[in-house]
């Protein structure tokens, strides 16, 4: 029987430019057995739509520094839905202050992990939601 494996998006949004973290997060999930597609810095949210898409991703992954992922988000998750993927798992990670967590669940991410997560975490909760 020939399984996928779970197809993980990671995506820099807007102009955040420091990806050290989200190319930690997407090996981790490489090493762990997700295919993982990067798109580098500073993705619009049409951009990470048609990566998705493009992608065929089960997971959509956020990785944000800049202070910009709550207005980020709210224009990505009606995007999301006007193509379809508003049913793909979607996190975000990175520099999120505890204010914001439920501002993001608010909008419609499924998971926060915030700058000092394990990645273990991140796997799990991915592997527990994806099966």
Not at 85 to 99: M, N, Q, T, Y
Request: aromatic share 4%.
């Amino acid at each position: 029987m020939n399984q996928r494996s779970t197809r993980v998006l990671i995506a820099k949004p807007g102009l955040d430019g420091h990806d050290r973290g989200a190319k930690i997060v997407a090996h981790a999930l490489i090493d762990a057995g997700f295919d993982v597609i990067y798109t580098g810095l500073r993705q619009a949210p049409e951009a990470v739509v048609q990566a998705a898409l493009d992608g065929q991703v089960d997971v959509i992954g956020l990785s944000s520094m800049a202070g910009s992922h709550v207005p980020y988000c709210q224009q990505l998750k009606p995007l999301l839905e006007e193509k379809g993927l508003g049913d793909k798992l979607w996190i975000i990670g990175g520099s999120i202050p505890a204010g914001d967590q439920q501002a993001l669940l608010d909008i419609g991410l499924d998971g926060v992990f915030p700058a000092g997560s394990k990645l273990e975490s991140i796997v799990d909760f991915i592997n527990e939601r994806c099966q």
